[in-house]
């Protein structure tokens, strides 16, 4: 009888601590707010946003990342469907995308809110952009989200990812942050492989962090690009043989100056 | 919002500005309860009337024994009186509310005053046909009540005139107001880009100099290249957006093709609601004056290259799985002190 009891306690104060564990994201956020997550409509969920931006609590912030996990699915769908958000959702669906990915930006300088940064690293970006630039501070904690980016069916996001693996191995050849070999080689051989891309953007992409972060062991690739990419348009297949060029310059110039150094 | 506490039982405050608050009549310390009054004034640009609003409310407390009651009056600048009214709560709603309006014209200010009064509501609740003055407000103001005996109550019948001339009892009268300017008219079609600027809710609040009627001549593009707004003669163009354009055209090396620039906000509406958006106030920066979508012929490597151009112009750029291939979105929204996002911003 005893014994029952005990268990029972054992089962029930499990019970407890277990779903104190839970989120209580629904339990805690105003209707209003939770009906507005949940709404097809992006406006209703862009004035959720506006009032979990106003809360100072676990539960806003975690209720804004997966807010951003959603969008970054609607946007997908957007850009893949009709080539982007624009086209189906309006201008303004831009700018609101752009306001929740600053305001995830915030949270995952926070290390309460570990999610955040690969919430923010599957979404996509724009190579040459500030956003991208800090994804690739955060170096490897990020790496195998910006490995799945390379390799799935998104063009735009094997462009993001080329962008976020150039400037990654750019710090770490300038020591602003530190990549082990395994990771290092794994970009290296992402940015090469764009290089055969299907589209030319992330052949474009790739070029231009190879030009600010390639080695002389990259020049083959680079000279095999050269004499063997083909491009739909002429001007573009020229545009790109520049930059390779441009590229295999840059490699050279920097070892150049990094023997001069030693 | 403003808000009066007297040392008395009386507050009274006024939640519109610019709004004076004048107290006026004798107050008597009596027990802790409320009455309070607010006026508003609003202008619908779209309609060009404006809305004067004044409201008395009273505690629940002071509902059993007085009726709210308020008197508005809209004045134009020379205090000519344009409309007035009044409202009583005679069913116990503890309030009483006013709303009059009128047709605005274009460079003049008017004035809502609102004065908020309690109605002592007379009752036979005593034996002897008494009126029954709850909280003895009587005492505190300077009403033609002849004999108000007793601190709660004071008798008279109510055929009895010289006992109580009137039943009204003015509650320390209070004053306030709101004013309203409305901007003078450009006499063109900008009066009615600048209405659309009101009535769709847009933070950009436009005067008639904000807008032009053509370009500079350094500009690399015509007037009609940069307006593809609803109307042709007038446009907002930022100096920024002229000079931002420059730049990304030299940093590209190459000839850059507009495909949308300014645009007012009824067309941005349109363009918005085709593709629907609801429930969200739009604020692009077309609206601004400091946007511009250009070209790309639907090229990767020419979306990448007048991005990255204008990126070094200082631009905020729109990413491509929001702006689609076919044009790229840039805006100097920065020179006009707004931050892009960290997505947007090189």
């Known amino acids: 009888m005893r014994i029952e009891k005990f268990v029972l306690a054992v089962a029930f104060v499990f019970s407890v601590v277990s779903c104190l564990g839970q989120p209580t994201i629904l339990a805690v956020l105003p209707s209003s707010v939770k009906s507005n997550l949940n709404s097809e409509n992006w406006g209703d969920r862009a004035n959720a946003m506006l009032a979990l931006a106003q809360e100072d609590s676990t539960d806003s912030r975690e209720a804004l990342i997966t807010l951003l996990d959603k969008e970054t699915e609607v946007a997908n769908r957007a850009y893949l469907r009709f080539g982007g958000t624009d086209a189906v959702y309006g201008e303004s669906y831009g700018e609101y995308l752009g306001q929740l990915t600053d305001l995830v930006m915030k949270i995952a300088d926070n290390p309460t809110f570990p999610r955040a940064i690969h919430v923010l690293a599957r979404s996509s970006c724009e190579p040459d952009s500030y956003f991208a630039r800090w994804l690739a501070m955060h170096g490897e904690t990020i790496l195998p989200d910006i490995v799945r980016l390379s390799e799935n069916g998104i063009d735009i996001d094997r462009r993001c990812a080329a962008g976020v693996l150039g400037e990654m191995l750019s710090n770490d050849s300038e020591r602003k942050l530190i990549l082990s070999q395994t990771a290092r080689a794994k970009a290296k051989m992402i940015l090469i492989r764009g290089l055969k891309d299907s589209t030319s953007w992330v052949k474009d992409a790739s070029l231009d962090s190879l030009t600010k972060s390639g080695d002389p062991t990259d020049i083959a690739a680079l000279k095999e690009f050269m004499l063997n990419n083909r491009e739909k348009q002429q001007e573009d297949q020229e545009f790109l043989r520049k930059k390779a060029d441009k590229a295999i310059s840059s490699i050279r110039a920097r070892a150049a100056s990094m023997s001069i150094s030693k | 919002m403003k808000q009066l506490l007297l040392p008395?039982?009386?507050?009274?405050?006024?939640?519109?500005?610019?709004?004076?608050?004048?107290?006026?009549?004798?107050?008597?310390?009596?027990?802790?309860?409320?009455?309070?009054?607010?006026?508003?004034?609003?202008?619908?640009?779209?309609?060009?009337?404006?809305?004067?609003?004044?409201?008395?409310?009273?505690?629940?407390?002071?509902?059993?024994?007085?009726?709210?009651?308020?008197?508005?009056?809209?004045?134009?600048?020379?205090?000519?009186?344009?409309?007035?009214?009044?409202?009583?709560?005679?069913?116990?709603?503890?309030?009483?509310?006013?709303?009059?309006?009128?047709?605005?014209?274009?460079?003049?200010?008017?004035?809502?005053?609102?004065?908020?009064?309690?109605?002592?509501?007379?009752?036979?609740?005593?034996?002897?046909?008494?009126?029954?003055?709850?909280?003895?407000?009587?005492?505190?103001?300077?009403?033609?009540?002849?004999?108000?005996?007793?601190?709660?109550?004071?008798?008279?019948?109510?055929?009895?005139?010289?006992?109580?001339?009137?039943?009204?009892?003015?509650?320390?009268?209070?004053?306030?107001?709101?004013?309203?300017?409305?901007?003078?008219?450009?006499?063109?079609?900008?009066?009615?880009?600048?209405?659309?600027?009101?009535?769709?809710?847009?933070?950009?609040?436009?005067?008639?100099?904000?807008?032009?009627?053509?370009?500079?001549?350094?500009?690399?593009?015509?007037?009609?290249?940069?307006?593809?707004?609803?109307?042709?003669?007038?446009?907002?163009?930022?100096?920024?957006?002229?000079?931002?354009?420059?730049?990304?055209?030299?940093?590209?090396?190459?000839?850059?093709?507009?495909?949308?620039?300014?645009?007012?906000?009824?067309?941005?509406?349109?363009?918005?609601?085709?593709?629907?958006?609801?429930?969200?106030?739009?604020?692009?920066?077309?609206?601004?004056?400091?946007?511009?979508?250009?070209?790309?012929?639907?090229?990767?490597?020419?979306?990448?290259?007048?991005?990255?151009?204008?990126?070094?112009?200082?631009?905020?750029?729109?990413?491509?799985?929001?702006?689609?291939?076919?044009?790229?979105?840039?805006?100097?929204?920065?020179?006009?002190?707004?931050?892009?996002?960290?997505?947007?911003?090189?």
Request: glycine share 10%; net charge negative; aromatic share 12%.
């Open chain 2, 8 to 346: 008395l039982a009386l507050v009274v405050f006024a939640r519109c500005s610019p709004a004076a608050l004048i107290l006026r009549g004798r107050t008597t310390p009596t027990l802790g309860y409320s009455a309070y009054g607010y006026t508003t004034l609003t202008f619908d640009s779209g309609t060009d009337v404006l809305v004067g609003y004044s409201e008395t409310d009273m505690d629940p407390d002071l509902v059993e024994y007085y009726e709210s009651w308020v008197i508005g009056r809209l004045l134009d600048s020379n205090g000519n009186s344009l409309s007035s009214g009044g409202a009583r709560d005679t069913v116990g709603a503890g309030y009483a509310s006013i709303t009059l309006q009128y047709i605005g014209k274009a460079g003049a200010t008017y004035r809502m005053y609102g004065t908020h009064n309690g109605y002592m509501g007379a009752c036979d609740c005593v034996e002897g046909n008494n009126y029954y003055d709850g909280y003895n407000e009587s005492y505190w103001n300077s009403q033609d009540i002849v004999d108000a005996t007793g601190f709660f109550n004071f008798y008279g019948d109510l055929n009895d005139s010289p006992v109580l001339k009137t039943p009204t009892i003015t509650m320390g009268e209070s004053y306030d107001s709101a004013t309203i300017s409305i901007p003078a008219a450009c006499g063109d079609d900008r009066d009615a880009i600048i209405k659309e600027y009101f009535a769709l809710g847009v933070t950009l609040h436009p005067v008639c100099p904000s807008f032009s009627s053509s370009v500079p001549p350094d500009s690399l593009f015509t007037f009609s290249q940069l307006n593809t707004s609803y109307y042709p003669d007038w446009a907002i163009l930022l100096n920024s957006l002229y000079t931002g354009i420059r730049v990304t055209q030299s940093n590209y090396g190459s000839t850059l093709t507009p495909t949308s620039g300014y645009r007012d906000p009824r067309k941005e509406k349109d363009i918005d609601t085709q593709q629907g958006v609801r429930n969200w106030t739009v604020n692009s920066r077309h609206e601004y004056g400091d946007a511009i979508d250009l070209g790309t012929g639907n090229s990767q490597t020419k979306f990448n290259s007048i991005r990255s151009a204008g990126l070094k112009a200082g631009a905020c750029a729109e990413p491509v799985g929001q702006s689609g291939l076919n044009h790229v979105h840039l805006d100097w929204r920065q020179s006009d002190g707004v931050v892009c996002s960290a997505a947007w911003l090189r």
